[in-house]
T-cell receptor, first 111, second 118 residues
Framework: EDQVTQSPEALRLQEGESSSLNCSYT??????LFWYRQDPGKGPEFLFT???AGEEKEKERLKATLTKKESFLHITAPKPEDSATYLC????????????FGSGTRLQVQP | GAGVSQSPRYKVTKRGQDVALRCDPI?????LYWYRQALGQGPEFLTY????????KSGLPNDRFSAERPEGSISTLTIQRTEQRDSAMYRC????????????????FGPGTRLTVT
């Protein structure tokens, strides 16, 4: 059965304290892995798509990496405005376009 | 340009009533998706369309749920004879196309419709 597991469930950081969020997946035939940011009361906001092991993408203080079993979202010197829930999702290489999401990591960055 | 819009943003209905939730995708986006999101969880797939054709409805919970996109743009998710367990946030997303370009797969979400069945 396809599974997407995110850890930790919640993370509290001090401003400037770098850390990583993990997304592990068991999917046969991965077509893409997606990272989203979700603020309270809003829809998920697209961040990155990763397609192959070894791929990395960056956006401001965020960097996403992908291996054959997991993805990391590295947050460098976070600021309070980075506080949000970060969701990862996988798209299988079956022609089916449904994304399978993890439960997310709730990040809180304190000033 | 404008993002994905959904209406209504909030809907309270009595058990047994039918509801229709509307999604207006990003202009020109070929693919449209419906998800349901419980509190503290990621979105769960319901169904998706390419143009007006429903490609996959395997995530619809039962036959009380249906969706259409008659002109390949706006979509409506209809829930008949609502039950309390249908209460959730319903989210719509769209992506640009069915081609092989990477960006065609990126799904952009709307703000959702919060459905409460009393």
């Amino acid at each position: 059965e396809d599974q997407v597991t995110q850890s930790p469930e919640a993370l509290r950081l001090q401003e400037g304290e770098s850390s990583s969020l993990n997304c592990s997946y068991t999917v046969s035939g991965l077509r893409g892995l997606f990272w989203y940011r979700q603020d309270p009361g809003k829809g998920p906001e697209f961040l990155f798509t990763l397609y192959s092991a070894g791929e990395e993408k960056e956006k401001e203080r965020l960097k996403a990496t992908l291996t054959k079993k997991e993805s990391f979202l590295h947050i460098t010197a976070p600021k309070p405005e980075d506080s949000a829930t970060y969701l990862c999702a996988v798209d299988k290489d079956t022609g089916r376009r449904a994304l399978t999401f993890g439960s997310g990591t709730r990040l809180q960055v304190q000033p | 340009g404008a993002g994905v819009s959904q209406s209504p943003r909030y809907k309270v209905t009595k058990r047994g009533q039918d509801v229709a939730l509307r999604c207006d995708p990003i202009s020109g986006h070929v693919s449209l998706y419906w998800y349901r999101q419980a509190l503290g969880q990621g979105p769960e797939f319901l169904t998706y369309f390419n143009y007006e054709a429903q490609q996959d409805k395997s995530g619809l919970p039962n036959d009380r749920f249906s969706a259409e996109r008659p002109e390949g743009s706006i979509s409506t998710l209809t829930i008949q004879r609502t039950e309390q367990r249908d209460s959730a946030m319903y989210r719509c997303a769209s992506s640009s196309g069915i081609g092989g370009a990477e960006k065609s797969y990126e799904q952009y979400f709307g703000p959702g419709t919060r459905l409460t069945v009393t």
